[in-house]
């Protein structure tokens, strides 16, 4: 038996299967113990208070069995308000803090949220329906981007610099300062690693903070909050706040106390947030957006390892990852064999309840989703031909859930099917006759998130990472064409309609944004 400690075993979206029976004995106990935890009622948490609102509640659903997991408070605009009053509140202190010091309790938080893995991964599984695997690989980048992002403030101690004196009489010094208080607005998908992200960058940064996960997972977003505040953070640095978007977002990010937001979410929704949000003055507007992320195949790729990424790409955490790869563009000359083994090996994928052991696929995050999905299939029917999948799944305990089958289709290039996002699982394969076309129809949506090419040919490599129009790229990924991006190694930017800074998470300029610069000339005689 293993004698490894839950906290030591480390998991990352690219992990091997090799040798997991530790892994599983722990996520088992994890799983048992949170059979105690289930249908609780949990409050917002404003300046370090628990608040708890005297209405309805938000429950808390599994997409697996639509079992309850927690209650959680539905905040109205007044709490909103209360929740910038002490991110303001607190925001003197928490910049005047010394650099060093965020970065030791950030860097305490990270090895809370290490140190309780297996729950968070445990819950986050029955909160999104994440497989097993997937949920810890989110838990570990969580812990890995905090650390990442203190790492980048003491590589440039602090973002203070020595300047240049013009005549010897002055001093210079640049420094960068946090602005203020930013709103940090998550999406579903990743509710640790996304969360986390974007705080813990704020945070080092010296900002102050009102959270909010989205509403279909505000449990595992609870649990950072707590990592944060266990670890030291004070309260009102860090507001927790639980509700809906379409209730309380705008309020929230048009705040006259909100001095910059931080978002990860659908185009849609922020594409609204930086057309409404600077009026009296420019404010940080940092976003990451949607993808439909392109996979290229050439004739003399690897075609098994093309259709092995494309397969992870797609049906990993059911095509509801903003790097999933959901169209393909196949040369005509491989484009049998790879879709055979596309199909092959989507058949072989293990789709159940993804809280168990060897299971990859489980449901679709909400009824909304299903319809999406509905949406596509008809769409594909209607435009091109459907080659597998199309239909819910309701055999046995699936009737209970939101389960889909991975669909595979043939759909034009230019249909709409083919252009927007539909975050289901839903792949198109469009034939091409060159590299030409492929990077042509490649480029030719509003997104530009991943990117995935499989090749034998280093003048076509060179070409596609010098023309395709995306922020991380991949070539030869058999683990995963357009997924699998870890902090430090792959930052995650989204050009075009998938991002709006250009510079990512994950990566080396991303905690600088959090800051602005003053320049401090001193005379010194
Ligand atoms: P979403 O519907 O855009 O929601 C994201 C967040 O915005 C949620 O917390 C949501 O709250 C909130 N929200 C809704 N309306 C708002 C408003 N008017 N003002 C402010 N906030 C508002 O996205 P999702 O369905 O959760 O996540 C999927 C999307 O995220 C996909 O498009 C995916 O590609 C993208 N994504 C991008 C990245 C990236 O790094 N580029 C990573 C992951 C996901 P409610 O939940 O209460 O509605
Ligand atoms: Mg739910």
């Known amino acids: ?60 659903t599994s ?40 970065v030791t309790l950030l860097r305490r938080a990270a090895d809370l949220i290490r140190e309780r893995k297996f729950h968070i991964a445990a819950l986050m599984a029955w909160e999104v329906g994440k497989n097993r695997l997937e949920a810890m690989g989110d838990v570990e980048e969580s812990a890995d981007l905090i650390d990442y992002y203190c790492d980048s403030m003491d590589a440039h101690s602090g973002y203070i610099q020595e300047m240049k004196a013009l005549t010897p009489i002055e001093h210079n010094l640049d420094v960068l300062r946090p602005y203020g208080v930013f709103a940090c607005i998550a999406p579903f998908n990743f509710p640790a690693a996304l969360l986390t992200g974007m705080s813990a960058a704020a945070l080092v940064a010296g900002n102050t903070l009102v959270m909010k996960p989205a509403q279909d997972t505000p449990w595992t977003g609870l649990e950072i909050y707590k990592a944060y505040v266990d670890a030291g953070v004070p309260g009102g640095a860090v507001n927790f706040v639980t509700g809906k978007g379409s209730v309380i977002g705008d309020h929230l990010t ?45 004739p003399s790729a690897d075609v098994e390892a093309a259709a092995e990424g494309a397969m992870r ?43 168990r052991e060897g299971v990859y696929f489980g449901p679709v995050i909400n009824a909304a989703a299903v319809k999406k999905y509905d949406a596509a ?13 199309g239909g819910r799944l309701t055999e046995g305990d699936l009737a209970k859930g939101n389960y889909v089958s991975p669909c595979i289709a043939k759909v034009p290039h230019d249909s709409w099917v083919m252009q927007e996002e539909h975050f289901v699982p839903f792949l198109g394969i469009v034939e091409v006759d060159s590299l030409d076309e492929a990077l042509t129809l490649a480029n030719d949506v509003e997104y530009g998130l991943t990117a995935g090419f499989f ?59 959090f800051m602005r610069e003053q320049s401090r000339t001193r005379i010194v005689r």
Not at 36 to 59: H, N, Q, S
Not at 276 to 283: A, D, F
Not at 314 to 326: R, V
Request: proline letters at 5%; glycine letters at 12%; aromatic letters at 10%.
């Open 1 to 60: 038996m293993s004698t490894m400690s839950p906290k030591d075993m480390k998991i990352t979206y690219t992990s091997s299967q090799a040798d997991l029976s530790a892994f599983h004995r722990f996520f088992d106990e994890a799983l048992d113990a949170l059979e105690g935890e289930l249908d609780r009622e949990y409050p917002l948490y404003i300046g370090g208070e628990a608040i708890t609102v005297d209405a309805p509640k938000l429950a808390d």
């Open 63 to 102: 997409p697996i069995d639509g079992r309850v997991l927690g209650r959680f408070q539905l905040a109205t605009k007044g709490h909103v308000d209360q929740a910038v009053a002490a991110a303001n509140a607190a925001k003197k202190g928490w910049a005047g803090t010394p650099w060093s010091e965020r």
């Open 254 to 298: 048009l705040h006259p106390g909100v001095d910059g937001v931080v978002f990860t979410g659908s185009k849609e929704v922020g594409m609204r947030i930086f057309h409404q949000m600077s009026t009296r003055w420019i404010k940080p507007c940092l976003l990451e957006l949607g993808g439909k992320n392109p996979t290229i195949v050439m």
């Open 313 to 355: 790409s797609a049906w990993g955490l059911q095509n509801q990852k903003c790097s999933a790869t959901s169209r393909v563009y196949v040369h005509k000359d491989v484009a049998a064999e790879f879709t055979r083994l596309l199909i092959e090996k989507t058949k072989a994928i293990a789709i159940g309840n993804p809280v």
């Open 377 to 389: 299939v008809a769409g594909a029917r209607e435009l091109g031909t459907v080659l597998y999948g």
């Open 455 to 513: 090749s034998g040919e280093e003048a076509e490599i060179a070409r596609f990472f010098d023309e395709i129009e995306a922020g991380t790229v991949y070539v030869n990924k058999r683990t995963g064409a357009t997924t699998g991006a870890w902090p430090g190694s792959q930052p995650f930017t989204g050009w075009k309609g998938s991002g709006g800074s250009g510079k990512g998470g994950c990566g080396p300029y991303y905690v600088a944004q």
